[in-house]
């Protein structure tokens, strides 16, 4: 069973910065199988992809962000993260962890969730 872990959520000025991490236990050695992701959602709304990314490096960002949050990862660690830069208030929202593997058969996984509040 997969677990991922996120951290570093909170409360920012808007125009600020945060780093999230995501930790999975349990893939193995086949954390580089997984397409790693960041999801959010506000309250009211519906989740939506942030960004993503493969293990060779390939990423994808919402219109929203690009520009602004940068998504990496660290195989050896087993970590993703998302360097948001720029902080605007229409970026508060919980912030969620995807662990989906390349082989479609498999089930992806989701972390508990991580707060990020921009506000003055």
């Not at 991490?21 to 942030?50: D, H, N």
């Not at 602004?68 to 050896?76: L, P, V, W």
Request: with cysteine; glycine share 12%.
């Amino acid at each position: 069973q997969v677990q991922l872990v996120e951290s570093g959520g909170g409360l920012v000025q808007p125009g600020g910065s945060l780093r999230l991490s995501c930790t999975a236990s349990g893939t193995g050695s086949g954390f580089s199988l997984y397409i790693m992701g960041w999801y959010r959602q506000a309250p009211g709304k519906q989740r939506e992809l942030v960004a993503k990314i493969i293990s060779g490096g390939s990423t994808n960002y919402a219109d929203s962000v690009k520009g602004r949050f940068t998504i990496s990862r660290d195989n050896a660690k087993k970590t993703v993260y998302l360097q948001m830069n720029s902080l605007k208030p229409e970026d508060t929202a919980v912030y969620y962890c995807n662990a989906d593997h390349l082989d479609p058969s498999y089930q992806d996984y989701w972390g508990q969730g991580t707060q990020v509040t921009v506000s003055s």
